[in-house]
């Protein structure tokens, strides 16, 4: 089966940063647009970020201006870079593709708290 892995995250007091990784498939990371999503307790899965190959990006109004996402062609990897986090941003983050053509990983918990 094909998965990504998701890493990064953690606790993280409001105001602050993280930068999430998620190491993906060559396959997968190279032929398609690779996406940031998120699942809050009691909600429902969102997109937050897209990029595409080459270039381009797209974001959720939640996060454009605060979240940046990035590829790394050399290591399939994915990144999130997350700053003046707040406590709604409070999820498991996830990455795949978008549209969604593959199992989710594991995701990484991140937690904005005191």
């Known amino acids: 089966q094909v998965q990504v892995v998701e890493s990064g995250g953690g606790l993280v007091q409001p105001g602050g940063s993280r930068r999430l990784s998620c190491a993906a498939p060559?396959?997968?990371?190279?032929?398609?647009?690779m996406a940031w999503y998120r699942q809050a307790p009691g909600k429902q899965r969102e997109l937050l970020a897209s990029?595409?190959?080459?270039?381009?990006?797209n974001y959720a109004d939640s996060v454009r201006g605060r979240f940046i996402i990035s590829r790394d062609f050399v290591k399939n990897t994915v990144y999130l870079e997350m700053n003046n986090l707040k406590p709604d941003d409070t999820a498991v983050y996830y990455c795949n593709t978008n549209p969604v053509h593959y199992d989710w990983g594991q995701g990484t918990q991140v937690t904005v708290s005191t």
């Open positions: 990029i595409r190959n080459p270039v381009g990006t």
């Open positions: 060559e396959t997968m990371f190279r032929l398609n647009v």
